[in-house]
Protein backbone atom coordinates (compact mmCIF):
# COMPACT_ATOMS: atom_id res chain seq x y z
CA UNK A 1 0.00 0.00 0.00
CA UNK A 2 1.17 3.55 -0.76
CA UNK A 3 2.48 5.47 2.04
CA UNK A 4 0.11 8.54 2.86
CA UNK A 5 1.70 11.53 2.18
CA UNK A 6 1.11 15.12 3.43
CA UNK A 7 3.49 18.45 2.87
CA UNK A 8 4.35 20.99 5.01
CA UNK A 9 6.35 23.87 5.31
CA UNK A 10 8.25 22.45 8.68
CA UNK A 11 8.33 18.94 9.68
CA UNK A 12 10.08 18.26 13.19
CA UNK A 13 11.25 14.87 13.92
CA UNK A 14 11.42 14.54 17.39
CA UNK A 15 8.53 15.66 20.38
CA UNK A 16 11.27 16.68 22.91
CA UNK A 17 11.83 20.11 24.59
CA UNK A 18 13.72 21.06 21.17
CA UNK A 19 10.92 19.66 19.10
CA UNK A 20 7.82 20.60 21.08
CA UNK A 21 9.28 24.52 21.72
CA UNK A 22 9.93 24.89 17.97
CA UNK A 23 6.90 23.61 17.06
CA UNK A 24 5.23 25.89 19.09
CA UNK A 25 7.24 29.06 18.35
CA UNK A 26 7.13 28.23 14.62
CA UNK A 27 2.74 27.98 14.81
CA UNK A 28 2.72 30.74 17.16
CA UNK A 29 4.54 32.78 14.36
CA UNK A 30 1.60 31.43 11.63
CA UNK A 31 4.12 28.39 10.02
CA UNK A 32 2.14 25.80 9.55
CA UNK A 33 4.39 23.00 11.52
CA UNK A 34 4.00 19.27 11.80
CA UNK A 35 5.82 17.59 14.97
CA UNK A 36 6.70 13.85 14.71
CA UNK A 37 7.09 11.82 18.02
CA UNK A 38 8.07 8.43 18.28
CA UNK A 39 6.62 7.54 21.43
CA UNK A 40 2.45 7.76 22.80
CA UNK A 41 3.11 9.89 25.52
CA UNK A 42 6.08 11.98 27.32
CA UNK A 43 5.99 9.93 30.19
CA UNK A 44 9.96 9.29 30.82
CA UNK A 45 11.58 9.11 34.21
CA UNK A 46 14.88 10.95 35.23
CA UNK A 47 15.32 13.41 32.48
CA UNK A 48 16.28 16.50 32.03
CA UNK A 49 13.30 18.01 34.62
CA UNK A 50 15.71 20.76 35.71
CA UNK A 51 13.86 24.26 33.97
CA UNK A 52 16.23 26.94 34.53
CA UNK A 53 16.29 30.59 35.11
CA UNK A 54 16.68 31.18 31.07
CA UNK A 55 13.85 28.47 30.79
CA UNK A 56 11.76 30.62 32.68
CA UNK A 57 12.60 33.91 31.05
CA UNK A 58 11.66 32.32 27.42
CA UNK A 59 8.06 31.34 29.31
CA UNK A 60 7.96 34.92 30.75
CA UNK A 61 8.34 36.52 27.26
CA UNK A 62 5.55 34.58 25.30
CA UNK A 63 3.46 35.21 28.29
CA UNK A 64 3.47 31.60 29.87
CA UNK A 65 5.20 31.96 32.89
CA UNK A 66 2.34 32.60 35.55
CA UNK A 67 0.47 29.59 34.36
CA UNK A 68 3.56 27.41 33.82
CA UNK A 69 4.39 28.04 37.38
CA UNK A 70 0.89 27.22 39.01
CA UNK A 71 1.63 23.38 37.45
CA UNK A 72 3.48 21.25 40.38
CA UNK A 73 7.44 21.91 40.97
CA UNK A 74 9.83 22.64 43.11
CA UNK A 75 12.19 25.65 43.54
CA UNK A 76 16.26 25.49 44.04
CA UNK A 77 17.03 28.60 44.76
CA UNK A 78 21.41 27.38 45.19
CA UNK A 79 24.01 24.26 44.44
CA UNK A 80 25.12 22.61 47.37
CA UNK A 81 27.75 20.03 47.46
CA UNK A 82 30.00 18.46 50.17
CA UNK A 83 33.71 18.16 48.92
CA UNK A 84 35.51 16.06 51.27
CA UNK A 85 35.15 17.45 54.67
CA UNK A 86 33.83 21.07 53.33
CA UNK A 87 30.60 22.05 52.51
CA UNK A 88 30.06 24.54 49.83
CA UNK A 89 27.56 26.62 48.16
CA UNK A 90 28.30 26.23 44.61
CA UNK A 91 26.08 28.26 43.14
CA UNK A 92 23.32 30.91 44.31
CA UNK A 93 20.66 31.72 41.84
CA UNK A 94 19.02 34.45 44.15
CA UNK A 95 20.92 37.47 42.46
CA UNK A 96 20.40 36.34 38.92
CA UNK A 97 19.21 39.58 36.83
CA UNK A 98 16.26 37.64 35.74
CA UNK A 99 12.50 37.44 36.77
CA UNK A 100 12.87 33.89 38.79
CA UNK A 101 16.11 33.29 40.52
CA UNK A 102 15.35 29.81 41.21
CA UNK A 103 15.73 26.29 39.14
CA UNK A 104 11.98 24.73 38.62
CA UNK A 105 12.06 21.67 38.84
CA UNK A 106 9.19 19.56 37.11
CA UNK A 107 9.07 16.48 35.19
CA UNK A 108 9.58 16.46 31.46
CA UNK A 109 6.01 15.12 30.78
CA UNK A 110 4.44 18.22 32.64
CA UNK A 111 6.29 20.83 30.94
CA UNK A 112 6.09 18.75 27.79
CA UNK A 113 2.18 18.45 28.22
CA UNK A 114 2.25 22.24 29.01
CA UNK A 115 3.62 23.29 25.52
CA UNK A 116 2.20 21.18 23.51
CA UNK A 117 -1.79 21.85 24.70
CA UNK A 118 -0.98 25.79 24.25
CA UNK A 119 0.91 24.76 20.80
CA UNK A 120 -2.52 22.58 20.06
CA UNK A 121 -4.61 26.13 19.84
CA UNK A 122 -2.55 27.48 17.01
CA UNK A 123 -4.73 25.78 13.85
CA UNK A 124 -1.47 25.37 11.68
CA UNK A 125 0.45 23.38 14.70
CA UNK A 126 -0.14 19.48 14.19
CA UNK A 127 1.69 16.89 16.66
CA UNK A 128 1.32 12.94 15.62
CA UNK A 129 2.03 10.68 18.64
CA UNK A 130 3.57 6.71 17.82
CA UNK A 131 5.08 8.43 14.33
CA UNK A 132 8.16 7.78 14.22
CA UNK A 133 10.49 8.72 11.35
CA UNK A 134 12.92 6.14 9.91
CA UNK A 135 14.73 7.52 6.87
CA UNK A 136 15.28 10.93 5.05
CA UNK A 137 13.59 11.71 1.47
CA UNK A 138 16.03 13.46 -0.96
CA UNK A 139 16.08 15.04 -3.83
CA UNK A 140 19.54 16.10 -6.16
CA UNK A 141 20.85 16.05 -2.69
CA UNK A 142 18.53 18.18 -0.72
CA UNK A 143 16.70 16.81 2.12
CA UNK A 144 13.13 17.32 1.31
CA UNK A 145 10.68 14.93 3.64
CA UNK A 146 10.53 12.13 5.30
CA UNK A 147 9.62 8.41 6.32
CA UNK A 148 7.67 7.35 9.30
CA UNK A 149 5.78 4.36 10.15
CA UNK A 150 3.00 4.59 13.02
CA UNK A 151 0.73 1.93 14.23
CA UNK A 152 -2.05 2.44 11.37
CA UNK A 153 0.69 2.67 8.21
CA UNK A 154 4.01 4.24 6.80
CA UNK A 155 3.98 7.83 6.33
CA UNK A 156 5.45 9.69 4.10
CA UNK A 157 6.17 14.20 5.37
CA UNK A 158 7.34 16.83 2.81
CA UNK A 159 8.67 19.98 3.84
CA UNK A 160 10.48 22.72 2.66
CA UNK A 161 12.71 22.39 5.86
CA UNK A 162 13.07 18.95 8.01
CA UNK A 163 14.44 19.50 11.65
CA UNK A 164 16.05 16.93 13.17
CA UNK A 165 15.06 17.18 17.43
CA UNK A 166 15.21 13.70 17.79
CA UNK A 167 17.90 13.25 20.36
CA UNK A 168 21.31 11.94 21.52
CA UNK A 169 20.30 8.52 19.85
CA UNK A 170 19.23 10.68 16.40
CA UNK A 171 18.31 8.64 13.09
CA UNK A 172 17.37 12.06 11.31
CA UNK A 173 21.45 12.91 11.91
CA UNK A 174 23.09 9.41 11.18
CA UNK A 175 20.45 9.12 7.87
CA UNK A 176 21.99 12.91 6.98
CA UNK A 177 25.37 11.96 7.63
CA UNK A 178 26.02 14.39 9.88
CA UNK A 179 29.67 13.91 11.05
CA UNK A 180 29.82 13.79 14.74
CA UNK A 181 32.67 14.94 17.33
CA UNK A 182 32.70 12.51 20.26
CA UNK A 183 34.33 14.26 23.22
CA UNK A 184 34.18 10.98 25.44
CA UNK A 185 32.74 11.01 28.86
CA UNK A 186 34.74 9.16 32.11
CA UNK A 187 31.38 8.66 34.01
CA UNK A 188 27.86 6.82 33.80
CA UNK A 189 25.48 7.63 36.30
CA UNK A 190 22.52 5.43 37.91
CA UNK A 191 19.24 7.32 39.18
CA UNK A 192 16.75 5.92 41.33
CA UNK A 193 14.44 7.64 43.62
CA UNK A 194 13.87 7.35 47.96
CA UNK A 195 11.14 8.88 49.73
CA UNK A 196 11.70 12.42 51.55
CA UNK A 197 11.15 12.34 55.52
CA UNK A 198 9.81 15.31 57.65
CA UNK A 199 13.12 15.06 59.15
CA UNK A 200 15.54 15.16 55.96
CA UNK A 201 17.60 17.95 55.10
CA UNK A 202 15.71 20.38 52.38
CA UNK A 203 18.62 20.98 50.17
CA UNK A 204 19.76 19.96 47.07
CA UNK A 205 23.10 18.73 47.70
CA UNK A 206 26.15 16.75 45.95
CA UNK A 207 28.90 14.49 47.39
CA UNK A 208 32.30 14.19 46.14
CA UNK A 209 34.28 12.16 48.09
CA UNK A 210 37.07 9.03 48.97
CA UNK A 211 35.94 7.50 45.39
CA UNK A 212 32.10 8.48 45.05
CA UNK A 213 30.28 11.20 43.83
CA UNK A 214 26.52 11.37 44.79
CA UNK A 215 23.75 13.74 44.54
CA UNK A 216 20.52 14.17 45.89
CA UNK A 217 17.72 16.41 44.55
CA UNK A 218 14.41 17.41 46.63
CA UNK A 219 11.61 16.63 44.27
CA UNK A 220 9.01 17.26 47.38
CA UNK A 221 7.87 14.07 48.14
CA UNK A 222 10.99 12.02 47.33
CA UNK A 223 14.98 12.33 46.50
CA UNK A 224 16.23 11.91 43.31
CA UNK A 225 19.31 10.34 43.70
CA UNK A 226 22.57 10.39 41.47
CA UNK A 227 25.06 7.90 41.82
CA UNK A 228 27.81 8.42 39.50
CA UNK A 229 29.99 5.37 38.48
CA UNK A 230 32.62 5.02 36.00
CA UNK A 231 32.24 4.48 32.55
CA UNK A 232 30.77 1.09 31.59
CA UNK A 233 30.79 0.31 34.85
CA UNK A 234 26.99 -0.69 35.08
CA UNK A 235 27.15 -4.30 33.70
CA UNK A 236 29.94 -5.36 36.53
CA UNK A 237 27.71 -4.23 39.04
CA UNK A 238 24.69 -6.18 38.08
CA UNK A 239 26.35 -9.19 38.08
CA UNK A 240 26.69 -8.36 42.27
CA UNK A 241 24.62 -8.14 44.88
CA UNK A 242 22.10 -5.61 44.82
CA UNK A 243 22.25 -5.52 48.60
CA UNK A 244 25.89 -4.12 48.46
CA UNK A 245 24.78 -1.22 46.44
CA UNK A 246 21.62 -0.43 48.79
CA UNK A 247 24.65 -0.34 51.98
CA UNK A 248 26.51 1.92 50.04
CA UNK A 249 23.46 4.10 49.47
CA UNK A 250 22.76 3.84 53.38
CA UNK A 251 26.25 4.79 54.12
CA UNK A 252 25.63 8.18 51.56
CA UNK A 253 22.84 9.27 52.77
CA UNK A 254 22.25 7.78 56.62
CA UNK A 255 19.25 9.96 57.55
CA UNK A 256 17.70 8.41 54.46
CA UNK A 257 18.85 4.63 55.26
CA UNK A 258 15.39 3.03 56.57
CA UNK A 259 13.90 3.94 53.16
CA UNK A 260 16.95 2.10 50.63
CA UNK A 261 13.87 -0.78 51.02
CA UNK A 262 12.38 0.75 48.21
CA UNK A 263 15.25 -0.55 46.56
CA UNK A 264 14.12 -3.84 45.33
CA UNK A 265 16.42 -4.91 42.48
CA UNK A 266 18.66 -3.43 39.92
CA UNK A 267 15.57 -2.60 37.55
CA UNK A 268 14.83 0.36 40.02
CA UNK A 269 17.74 1.73 38.92
CA UNK A 270 17.83 4.10 35.84
CA UNK A 271 20.98 4.08 33.46
CA UNK A 272 22.04 6.90 31.97
CA UNK A 273 25.23 6.71 29.71
CA UNK A 274 27.18 9.64 29.86
CA UNK A 275 28.15 11.19 26.68
CA UNK A 276 29.10 14.59 25.17
CA UNK A 277 29.41 15.05 21.39
CA UNK A 278 28.51 17.71 18.58
CA UNK A 279 28.18 17.92 14.89
CA UNK A 280 30.99 19.28 13.15
CA UNK A 281 27.58 20.86 10.77
CA UNK A 282 24.46 20.91 11.68
CA UNK A 283 22.79 21.18 8.61
CA UNK A 284 22.19 20.29 4.89
CA UNK A 285 19.95 22.27 2.32
CA UNK A 286 16.59 21.23 3.31
CA UNK A 287 17.66 20.09 6.92
CA UNK A 288 18.44 21.67 10.83
CA UNK A 289 19.87 19.16 14.02
CA UNK A 290 18.89 21.31 16.99
CA UNK A 291 19.38 20.32 20.82
CA UNK A 292 20.90 17.27 21.33
CA UNK A 293 21.07 15.90 18.31
CA UNK A 294 22.86 18.52 17.46
CA UNK A 295 24.76 18.40 20.65
CA UNK A 296 24.67 15.60 23.34
CA UNK A 297 25.60 17.38 27.18
CA UNK A 298 26.83 15.88 30.10
CA UNK A 299 24.66 15.93 33.03
CA UNK A 300 26.98 18.17 34.35
CA UNK A 301 24.86 21.46 35.77
CA UNK A 302 21.51 20.00 34.55
CA UNK A 303 21.77 21.85 31.76
CA UNK A 304 20.78 20.05 28.19
CA UNK A 305 16.79 20.53 28.18
CA UNK A 306 17.85 24.00 28.74
CA UNK A 307 20.22 24.71 25.45
CA UNK A 308 17.74 22.55 23.69
CA UNK A 309 15.51 25.45 24.47
CA UNK A 310 17.73 28.19 23.52
CA UNK A 311 18.54 26.26 20.24
CA UNK A 312 14.62 26.10 19.39
CA UNK A 313 14.32 30.01 20.14
CA UNK A 314 17.32 30.83 18.19
CA UNK A 315 15.98 28.70 15.07
CA UNK A 316 12.39 29.83 15.73
CA UNK A 317 13.68 33.47 15.75
CA UNK A 318 15.57 33.00 12.31
CA UNK A 319 13.30 30.97 10.48
CA UNK A 320 10.17 31.53 10.91
CA UNK A 321 9.97 34.75 8.62
CA UNK A 322 11.62 32.98 5.60
CA UNK A 323 9.42 29.65 6.40
CA UNK A 324 6.32 31.73 6.06
CA UNK A 325 7.37 32.71 2.69
CA UNK A 326 8.92 29.03 1.38
CA UNK A 327 12.25 30.81 1.40
CA UNK A 328 14.58 29.05 3.44
CA UNK A 329 18.02 29.15 2.64
CA UNK A 330 21.65 27.17 3.56
CA UNK A 331 22.90 30.58 4.86
CA UNK A 332 19.78 30.99 7.37
CA UNK A 333 20.65 27.56 8.64
CA UNK A 334 24.56 27.78 8.47
CA UNK A 335 23.20 31.37 10.97
CA UNK A 336 21.51 28.94 13.51
CA UNK A 337 24.51 27.12 14.04
CA UNK A 338 26.81 29.99 13.79
CA UNK A 339 24.94 31.71 16.78
CA UNK A 340 24.29 28.32 18.90
CA UNK A 341 27.70 26.74 18.38
CA UNK A 342 29.31 29.23 20.82
CA UNK A 343 27.73 28.50 23.63
CA UNK A 344 27.00 24.99 22.88
CA UNK A 345 31.35 24.99 22.85
CA UNK A 346 31.86 26.84 25.80
CA UNK A 347 29.01 24.52 28.21
CA UNK A 348 30.79 21.46 26.57
CA UNK A 349 34.44 22.61 27.34
CA UNK A 350 33.13 23.37 31.16
CA UNK A 351 31.54 19.98 31.66
CA UNK A 352 34.67 18.08 30.12
CA UNK A 353 36.95 20.29 32.40
CA UNK A 354 34.77 19.24 35.57
CA UNK A 355 34.30 15.57 34.62
CA UNK A 356 38.39 15.28 34.01
CA UNK A 357 39.34 17.05 36.58
CA UNK A 358 36.92 16.90 39.50
CA UNK A 359 34.59 13.72 39.02
CA UNK A 360 37.05 10.99 37.40
CA UNK A 361 40.21 12.44 40.41
CA UNK A 362 37.92 11.45 42.57
CA UNK A 363 36.40 8.57 41.53
CA UNK A 364 39.71 6.91 40.81
CA UNK A 365 40.56 7.51 44.22
CA UNK A 366 39.15 5.98 47.02
CA UNK A 367 41.22 8.39 49.72
CA UNK A 368 39.53 10.81 51.18
CA UNK A 369 39.34 14.14 48.72
CA UNK A 370 40.91 17.46 49.88
CA UNK A 371 38.94 20.35 48.02
CA UNK A 372 40.67 21.97 44.84
CA UNK A 373 41.17 26.09 44.80
CA UNK A 374 37.90 26.94 43.01
CA UNK A 375 35.94 25.06 45.87
CA UNK A 376 37.95 26.80 48.62
CA UNK A 377 37.06 29.99 46.98
CA UNK A 378 33.50 29.05 46.64
CA UNK A 379 33.11 28.29 50.35
CA UNK A 380 35.45 31.58 51.86
CA UNK A 381 34.04 34.24 49.23
CA UNK A 382 30.02 34.08 48.75
CA UNK A 383 30.44 36.39 46.19
CA UNK A 384 31.79 34.07 43.76
CA UNK A 385 28.61 31.62 43.73
CA UNK A 386 27.44 33.89 41.64
CA UNK A 387 29.45 32.63 38.67
CA UNK A 388 28.43 29.30 38.60
CA UNK A 389 24.95 30.59 38.92
CA UNK A 390 25.06 32.41 35.81
CA UNK A 391 26.42 29.96 33.78
CA UNK A 392 24.20 27.46 34.55
CA UNK A 393 20.95 29.39 35.25
CA UNK A 394 21.47 31.47 32.65
CA UNK A 395 24.03 30.34 30.31
CA UNK A 396 26.15 31.67 27.66
CA UNK A 397 24.85 34.09 25.38
CA UNK A 398 20.97 33.72 26.54
CA UNK A 399 18.37 33.38 23.99
CA UNK A 400 15.18 36.39 23.98
CA UNK A 401 12.33 35.08 22.00
CA UNK A 402 12.02 38.00 18.62
CA UNK A 403 9.38 40.37 19.52
CA UNK A 404 7.48 39.81 16.23
CA UNK A 405 7.08 35.85 17.53
CA UNK A 406 6.08 37.14 21.12
CA UNK A 407 3.25 39.58 19.81
CA UNK A 408 2.07 37.43 17.16
CA UNK A 409 -0.21 35.20 19.48
CA UNK A 410 -2.72 37.92 19.30
CA UNK A 411 -3.33 37.77 15.73
C1 LIG B 1 18.40 9.69 32.07
C2 LIG B 1 18.63 11.13 31.66
C3 LIG B 1 18.68 12.13 32.64
C4 LIG B 1 18.89 13.45 32.29
N1 LIG B 1 18.90 14.42 33.25
C5 LIG B 1 18.97 15.72 32.89
C6 LIG B 1 18.81 16.78 33.85
O1 LIG B 1 18.65 16.54 35.03
N2 LIG B 1 18.84 18.06 33.41
C7 LIG B 1 18.98 18.37 32.08
O2 LIG B 1 18.95 19.56 31.71
N3 LIG B 1 19.14 17.40 31.16
C8 LIG B 1 19.11 16.10 31.53
N4 LIG B 1 19.20 15.13 30.59
C9 LIG B 1 19.38 15.53 29.20
C10 LIG B 1 18.09 16.12 28.66
O3 LIG B 1 17.01 15.23 28.85
C11 LIG B 1 18.30 16.42 27.19
O4 LIG B 1 19.47 17.21 27.02
C12 LIG B 1 17.14 17.18 26.61
O5 LIG B 1 15.95 16.49 26.86
C13 LIG B 1 17.38 17.36 25.13
O6 LIG B 1 16.20 17.74 24.50
P1 LIG B 1 15.96 17.37 22.99
O7 LIG B 1 14.59 17.85 22.68
O8 LIG B 1 17.08 17.83 22.16
O9 LIG B 1 16.04 15.77 22.92
P2 LIG B 1 15.22 14.67 23.72
O10 LIG B 1 14.73 15.18 25.00
O11 LIG B 1 16.06 13.46 23.72
O12 LIG B 1 13.95 14.46 22.82
C14 LIG B 1 14.01 13.72 21.63
C15 LIG B 1 12.60 13.28 21.31
O13 LIG B 1 12.60 12.68 20.03
C16 LIG B 1 11.89 11.46 20.09
N5 LIG B 1 12.45 10.61 19.03
C17 LIG B 1 13.63 9.95 19.04
N6 LIG B 1 13.83 9.30 17.88
C18 LIG B 1 12.72 9.58 17.13
C19 LIG B 1 12.33 9.20 15.81
N7 LIG B 1 13.09 8.42 15.05
N8 LIG B 1 11.14 9.65 15.35
C20 LIG B 1 10.34 10.44 16.11
N9 LIG B 1 10.66 10.82 17.37
C21 LIG B 1 11.86 10.39 17.86
C22 LIG B 1 12.12 10.93 21.49
O14 LIG B 1 11.11 10.04 21.87
C23 LIG B 1 12.09 12.23 22.28
O15 LIG B 1 10.80 12.57 22.68
C24 LIG B 1 19.04 13.80 30.92
C25 LIG B 1 18.99 12.80 29.93
C26 LIG B 1 18.78 11.49 30.29
C27 LIG B 1 18.73 10.44 29.20
Known amino acids: MAPETMSMRCCIAGGGPAGIMLGYLLARAGVQVLVLEKHADFLRDFRGDTIHPSTLEIMYELGLLEEFLRLPHQKVYELNAQVGQTQVT ?16 MPQ ?18 LRMETEVTDLVEESGRVIGVHATTPRGAIEVRADLIVGTDGRNSIVREKAGLKVKDFGAPMDVLWFRLSRGP ?11 AGRV ?6 GEYWQCGYVIPKG ?24 RDRTKELRAWNDVKLLTVRVDRLLEWFRPGLLCIGDAAHAMSPVGGVGINLAIQDAVAA ?14 IDHLRGIQRRRELPTRVTQWLQVTVQ ?35 VVGLGIRPEHVSPEIANSASR
Open 316 to 329: GNVLFKPLRQGQVT
Open 90 to 105: IADFRYLPTRCGFIAM
Open 214 to 219: FIMINR
Open 109 to 126: WDFLNFLAEHAARFPNFA
Open 199 to 209: DDPIATMGRFD
Open 356 to 390: RRIIAPVLGDRRPVSPPLPVRLLAAVPFVRRIPAR
Open 233 to 256: RFEEMRRQEFEAFCEEIRRLAPFA
